[in-house]
């Protein structure tokens, strides 16, 4: 088949275009680049997948029509995947501009896109901030969704709103799958997980937030990439409505248009994901305890429900053994001699 996909220099992208690829699909894959955090770690990314006679690259940015206009030009997509947008939701307290120029305009340009192209399924990462500082757990798709802690969150939450109406007006099958905390190898500098290892390799304390008293339902990038992919083959339509009494289905009744969390509903304590990241690494780390950020929240849990009834699969891998595969990608990344070293050693 024949995928777009925004956001292959992330973290995400990357790894799901690589899937695609190493199966035979053939990728167009369109990312701005952006300075959020170390250019040189998406630009090995992309050039990996350049190895492929499978994947084609566009540079630009959601903002920019035209450059996305060619890249759909290339592609000829059966299937858009967008997951490229202004990710972090602390530095959205520092730079909202930012998530409202990739967030809210960009999407709307991929919603344009597909109004024209109609591709079978059109698919845009979401994520669990949408659900806030929810008391109910676990999280739900059905749960109110409204009170947004952050403008990363409220133009996620933004996003699926515009979503919904594109697919009602113009018949786009659409889904919006909702993240939960990914992790892995080629990940984002700013998570905690790199955050933390980069720390402890280099003698410096981990800023421990919320003084460790918060908890993460973390999904490894394997099993994000599987839900993904599984969920790219169930196109929103009545004859796929789940039955209430294996899940409460987000199907809309108006729009071939669904909701779907993708994480374990397997919450790990903070303390308890540091002791993991201590014994892969095999040293303990230096703990400075803060008191919680602005616009963080004490938990995430995913109910995994709906995404398991449309399926037949939910995340498995545990953090113990996804936090060893991040540990030793880090060490062989940033142990050969030709790098540099790691984002500290750079700053």
Do not use: C
């Not at 006679?53 to 029509?65: I, P, S």
């Not at 113009?170 to 998570?191: I, N, Q, S």
């Not at 003084?211 to 339509?237: C, K, N, Q, W």
């Not at 374990?264 to 201590?278: A, N």
Request: glycine share 8%; no cysteine.
């Amino acid at each position: 088949m024949r995928y777009l996909i925004t956001g292959t220099a992330g973290f995400i992208g990357f790894h799901l275009a690589k899937r695609l690829i190493d199966e035979g699909h053939f990728v167009v894959g369109f990312d701005g680049m952006t300075p959020y955090y170390d250019v040189t770690l998406k630009e090995q990314r992309h050039a990996i997948l350049a190895r492929s006679n499978g994947f084609k690259a566009v540079v630009g940015m959601l903002e920019d029509r035209d450059a996305l206009d060619h890249a759909a030009e290339l592609a000829e997509p059966e299937v858009i995947i967008h997951l490229a947008a202004q990710a972090g939701v602390r530095y959205s307290l520092e730079n909202p501009k930012a998530y409202v120029d990739s967030n809210l305009i960009g999407s709307w340009n991929m919603l344009e896109l597909a109004r024209e192209i109609g591709p079978k399924h059109l698919m845009l990462a979401s994520t669990s901030s949408i659900y806030g500082a929810n008391e109910k757990i676990p999280f739900a798709e059905t749960d109110r969704a409204d009170e947004p802690m952050t403008i990363y969150a409220a133009t996620k939450k933004s996003m699926e709103l515009m979503a919904h109406s594109y697919a009602h007006l113009y018949k786009v099958p659409t889904t919006a799958f909702r993240f939960f905390t990914v992790y892995g190898p080629w990940g984002r500098p700013d998570m905690a997980l790199f955050k933390f290892i980069d720390a402890i390799h280099n003698d410096r304390p981990i800023d421990i937030y919320g003084e460790g008293r918060m908890s993460r339902d973390f999904t490894y990038i394997d099993d994000l990439v599987e839900g993904i992919l599984r969920l790219s083959h169930v196109v929103p339509a009545e004859e796929n409505r789940v039955p209430s009494e294996k899940a409460a289905d987000t199907l809309s009744l108006q729009a071939p248009f669904r909701v779907v969390n993708i994480g374990g509903g397997q919450p790990v304590e903070l303390m308890t994901f540091i002791e993991t990241i201590e014994k892969a690494v095999g040293r303990p780390a230096l703990r400075n305890l803060l008191p919680m950020q602005q616009g963080d929240v004490p938990r995430t849990y995913a109910s995994p429900d709906l995404l398991e009834a449309l399926t037949d699969f939910k995340p498995s891998i545990s953090v113990e053994d996804g936090v060893a595969r991040f540990a030793a990608w880090y060490d062989e990344y940033y142990g050969r001699p030709e790098k540099a070293g790691s984002p500290a050693r750079q700053a």
